[in-house]
C-alpha cells in the first residue's frame, strides 16, 4: 500500500507563486512515476503533470506548460509542483498520483493523495 500526502496548497494572488509538495510511503518511491493532477468544480479531473522514476523525463499539460516544473527528491520520497504566473483558471483541488511504472506512459495510477487546494484570486 502506497501512501501519499500532499501539502503546499493555499490562496494566492494572481501572477504568484506555490509550491506543492506530495510525500511517498509504502513502497520504493524511486522505482514509480508520480503525477500532478486537478479538478476545478464542475470539471473532470485532468492531468497536470508527471515525472518519470528518475526525474529524467517530464511531461506537462499545455495549459500549465512554461508555468509550472514538476520535480522529485528521491532521497526524501518527495515530488514538487512549482507553480508560477497563477491565474485563476488554475484553482483547482490538486492531487499527486503514484504510477504503476517507472515511465507514466501506459499503465494506470495506482495510488492518490488526498489532494491539497490552490485557489488563486484576480
Known amino acids: 500500500q502506497v501512501q501519499l500526502v500532499e501539502s503546499g496548497g493555499g490562496l494566492v494572488q494572481a501572477g504568484g507563486s506555490l509550491r506543492l509538495s506530495c510525500a511517498a510511503s509504502g513502497r520504493t518511491f524511486s522505482n514509480y512515476a508520480m503525477g500532478w493532477f486537478r479538478q476545478a468544480p464542475g470539471k473532470e479531473r485532468e492531468f497536470v503533470a508527471a515525472?518519470?522514476?528518475?526525474?529524467?523525463?517530464?511531461y506537462y499539460a499545455d495549459s500549465v506548460k512554461g508555468r509550472f516544473t514538476i520535480s522529485r527528491d528521491n532521497a526524501k520520497n518527495t515530488v514538487y509542483l512549482q507553480m508560477n504566473s497563477l491565474d485563476p483558471e488554475d484553482t483547482a483541488v490538486y492531487y499527486c498520483a503514484a504510477h504503476s511504472g517507472p515511465y507514466p506512459t501506459g499503465g494506470t495510477y495506482d495510488y492518490w493523495g488526498q489532494g491539497t487546494q490552490v485557489t488563486v484570486s484576480s
Open positions: 515525472i518519470s522514476w528518475s526525474g529524467g523525463r517530464k
